[in-house]
Structures are given as structure tokens and as C-alpha cells.
């Protein structure tokens, strides 16, 4: 299974951006896929999953501003990213989980499957 991420770039605050997980070497799209940020020196945090029910979770940090969202025919999830902020700026990565339950454990990140590699995006103030 692999997992690639893209979508980052650089936006002014304020600005929107979304990101593409694809998924490849998995033709079930029953799992749960997170968003994670993850800033050099910092501990990587959850941003948003959704599992295979459509259950969705958001950090309390993006509510309002990121849309979490999946096509199960392109067997890929969106993150659509408003209203950016500079606390946003670091690497996003994805990852599944093959239970496909979008839970706390999850937004931890400590019950993933597989990970992509992240996407960067940077926003300037």
C-alpha cells in the first residue's frame, strides 16, 4: 500500500489550499485516513480523519476552516484548507487505518497503518 500526498505550497494567510492523499495497492476503501501536521522540534499533531462510515473528527485548532472529504471511486481523501493561518505551516502527512474507525486513537496517530510522505505547505503572514 502507498500513500502520496500532494497539494502543499505557499499561501499568503488567509489563503486556501487542498491536499490529495491517493491511496495505491489497496483496492478497498474501507479505512479511516488521517491529516497530520507535523513541524520540525514539535510533537506531530492529528488535524482531521474520516473513517469508512463518513465519521469525521477535526482538531479543535482547523474547525470551521478545513473540510476533510474522500472519493471512494479515485480511492483518495481531500483536505480542503481555508482561511489559512501561519500556525498552519509545516509538513502535512497521511495515513490509513485498516479498521476504518476515525477515533481518538487515530487523530493520536498512534494506530495507523500505512503513512505517506507529507506534503509542505507554508504560510506567510
Known amino acids: 500500500v502507498q500513500l502520496q500526498a500532494s497539494g502543499g505550497g505557499l499561501v499568503q494567510a488567509g489563503g486556501s489550499l487542498r491536499l490529495s492523499c491517493q491511496v495505491s495497492?489497496?483496492?478497498?476503501?474501507?479505512?479511516?485516513m488521517g491529516w497530520y501536521l507535523q513541524v520540525p522540534g514539535k510533537e506531530r499533531e492529528g488535524v482531521s480523519c474520516i473513517g469508512a462510515d463518513g465519521s469525521i473528527a477535526y482538531a479543535d485548532t482547523v474547525k470551521g476552516r478545513f473540510t476533510i472529504s474522500r472519493d471512494a471511486v479515485k480511492n483518495a481523501v481531500y483536505l480542503q484548507m481555508n482561511n489559512l493561518k501561519p500556525e498552519d505551516t509545516g509538513a502535512y502527512l497521511c495515513a490509513i487505518e485498516t479498521r476504518g474507525i476515525c477515533d481518538n486513537d487515530v487523530m493520536m496517530g498512534t494506530a495507523l497503518d500505512y503513512w505517506g510522505k507529507g506534503t509542505q505547505v507554508t504560510v506567510s503572514s
Open positions: 495497492g489497496r483496492t478497498s476503501s474501507s479505512y479511516a
